[in-house]
């Protein structure tokens, strides 16, 4: 590891390699938790919408969905990092 660089601020930043650089792990993870909440919301859906909260199966659908573009997304930049093809900031 190369040694901390001073960037005329009060902090030092540290050498430190990110831990998921492509955020992959990240998305199953929380496309998984989201499949998840689906499942145990679907099953209380009638319990849900007797107190007022039947919206709370729309919001897990919601995320999966989401999760589920968001992997389609990490995948790419993986595939693209790996072929040397992916630019970032």
């Known amino acids: 590891m190369s040694e901390p660089t001073k960037s005329g601020h009060l902090f030092i930043q ?3 390699p990110p831990l998921d650089i492509d955020g992959l792990m990240v998305a199953i993870i929380g496309t998984s ?4 909440a689906s499942m ?5 859906h009638s319990a849900l919408v007797a107190a007022g909260h039947g919206w709370w199966l729309g919001v897990a659908i919601s995320g999966f969905g989401l999760g589920l573009v968001g992997l389609a997304y990490c ?4 595939l693209g990092r790996r072929a040397g093809n992916w630019h970032h900031n």
């Open 33 to 36: 938790l989201f499949a998840i």
């Open 40 to 44: 145990v919301l679907a099953i209380f």
């Open 14 to 16: 540290a050498p430190v």
């Open 75 to 78: 995948y790419n930049r993986r």
